[in-house]
């Protein structure tokens, strides 16, 4: 154990050095979510009007928990790039060669995940509550919000490093990304479910991340409500993650 | 004369084949913009209950959006291609050749408007199948058409102008999210006078892909509407000679011989 948190450790400090001593790194991963939410706030904003839209916080709360959500799944995605890099530039073939306890590789890279999206969450939340975010809930409500998108940030590393690792390439950059994207977009992102109609609307019934963002959006509407089934699917696509990556890992380890 | 427009045929010829043999970069640009436009017309549908909104159909709102989508995935392609061919020393290889500057950008552009036009081709085509039908009618769809071609050509050229430039395919795609940018602060996805941010009305005002979209819009929901169809085709004109004047400026200097 003491080996695997010592691997985890390197991993993950070598991971955060990569990215926070990178602007070209560090600039989208604050970026983008800070212009998604700027989009759909500003853009949308008319969209509280729709009958049948009764979110009390507004639009920017409804947005937030969105744009949170998709910053801890991308954030892991991100990081699963960089795997990818350090399997072609041959230097995770060497990590793999030097770690007594291999787990603590992917251990180390769900870390540094998790560290770089806290830096994206404390921004974005900054930001939200500057241009005046509404929040009902109390002061258990909203880090359950952060632990919920913690544990989707854990899920999509685990998902991106378990791709990384069976295909050890860069450009398996868009198989990590585009089921993240569609599972996010398949949700109720721009009106709440009761709002949706037609193919969407079923698709997003089934859809695990619908539960994860409607029981955030309770948690800032102070109303929590599915925080069961929402914690259950999250835990759940975490659980199934980590085997895929401890999966890939050994694929990895054969591959030599 | 004939000389030259053999030269502009043989790298049209070249650009579309080198295309034609990366599915990625024939596959992207038709599937990412259709995914797009499946997940906000299905989450958007009902923004068609606010007070003022054009249409009750979000798809065919939101149809213009693959046309300007499309071309700035062609477009990043294209300057991708082109800025290969710098970095591999294919035109330092073309200058020792007598090809004419001008052949080579209408070669290279050539290309990227005919995938262009392919493109906006399979967009409508999705559009009919889904019920979409064009008030311009006919002739509407034919104006599309050529309109897709020349937003191709204008951010074509601009991808173009950023290779010659930076000779570096990270160069041209790091483009992309400034693009991207100005797509999603437009009125990509309700119509500008039902935006209720001032700030961000104002900035979908300032933004031309606004009225780029617009144009597309107007033929397909509203009919022949004269002061988009002009605010639109003004533009993308005023956009692609810029983008070709800075292209045959900085082309000389990459094909120096």
């Given at each position: ?18 990215v ?14 800070l ?9 949308l904003?008319r ?23 998709q ?8 990081t ?24 603590g ?5 769900a ?12 921004f ?14 109390s ?8 632990v919920l ?19 050890r ?32 609307h079923?698709?997003?019934l ?18 929590p ?5 929402a914690y ?10 980590a ?6 890992l050994r ?6 | ?20 043999r990366q599915?990625a970069a ?5 599937l ?8 906000n017309s299905?989450?958007?549908r ?11 159909s ?33 035109l ?5 050749t ?20 392919i493109?906006?081709?399979?967009y ?17 769809v034919?104006?599309?058409?050529v309109?897709?071609a020349?937003?191709a ?13 930076t000779?570096?395919p ?14 999603f ?12 941010t ?5 900035a ?7 009225y ?45 011989r």
């Amino acid at each position: 154990m003491k080996r695997n948190l010592s691997v985890a450790q390197g991993v993950a400090w070598r991971t955060l050095h990569n990215v926070f001593t990178n602007p070209s790194l560090v600039i989208p991963q604050l970026a983008f979510p800070l212009f998604f939410f700027t989009a759909f706030v500003g853009g949308l904003s008319r969209i509280h009007n729709v009958p049948g839209f009764h979110y009390a916080q507004g639009y920017t709360a409804f947005q937030f928990v969105f744009v949170l959500l998709q910053s801890a799944a991308f954030g892991g995605v991100f990081t699963g790039f960089g795997i990818a890099r350090d399997f072609e530039t041959g230097f995770a073939r060497r990590l793999l060669l030097a770690a007594p306890h291999r787990t603590g590789i992917v251990i180390g890279y769900a870390v540094a995940a998790l560290c770089r999206w806290l830096v994206t969450a404390i921004f974005l939340t900054v930001i939200a509550f500057a241009v005046g975010m509404k929040v009902g809930g109390s002061g258990i409500d909203l880090p359950a919000l952060y632990v919920l998108a913690a544990i989707v940030n854990s899920a999509a590393v685990l998902w991106a490093c378990g791709v990384a690792m069976r295909l050890r390439t860069m450009q398996a950059g868009p198989v990590m990304q585009m089921p993240v994207f569609l599972v996010l977009f398949f949700a109720p992102v721009y009106v709440p479910l009761n709002l949706l109609t037609g193919w969407i609307h079923g698709v997003a019934l089934v859809n695990p991340l619908t539960r994860v963002l409607e029981a955030g959006r309770s948690f800032v509407a102070g109303s929590p409500a599915q925080v069961a089934a929402a914690y259950g699917a999250a835990f759940g696509l975490a659980v199934l993650f980590a085997w895929w990556a401890m999966r890939g890992l050994r694929k990895a380890e054969a591959a030599g | 004369m004939r000389t030259t427009a053999d030269q502009v045929l043989l790298l049209a010829r070249r650009s579309i084949v080198h295309t034609a043999r990366q599915p990625a970069a024939i596959v992207f640009p038709l599937l990412f913009p259709m995914l797009l436009l499946a997940v906000n017309s299905g989450g958007l549908r009902a923004e068609t209950h606010l007070p003022g909104f054009p249409t009750k159909s979000f798809v065919a709102f939101a149809l213009a959006v693959p046309f300007i989508q499309g071309a700035l995935f062609a477009t990043m392609n294209a300057g991708t291609d082109l800025a290969r061919d710098v970095e591999t020393g294919f035109l330092s290889r073309l200058s020792l050749t007598p090809l004419r500057g001008a052949a080579l950008l209408a070669g290279q552009l050539g290309g990227v408007v005919a995938l262009g036009v392919i493109q906006a081709c399979f967009y409508l085509l999705v559009g009919l199948v889904v019920g979409v039908r064009p008030a311009a009618g006919v002739g509407g769809v034919a104006v599309l058409l050529v309109f897709a071609a020349m937003i191709a050509l204008a951010f074509g050229s601009i991808g173009a102008w950023a290779a010659l430039r930076t000779g570096s395919p990270e160069a041209v795609q790091s483009l992309f999210p400034v693009f991207f940018v100005f797509l999603f602060i437009s009125s990509m996805n309700i119509p500008r006078n039902l935006i209720s941010t001032t700030w961000f009305r104002y900035a979908a005002t300032a933004n031309p892909v606004s009225y780029l979209l617009e144009c597309v819009r107007s033929l397909i929901i509203t009919g022949w509407n004269g002061e988009a169809l002009l605010l639109g085709f003004g533009i993308v004109t005023l956009v692609a000679i810029t983008g070709l004047s800075l292209a045959a400026y900085t082309l000389p200097r990459r094909l120096a011989r």
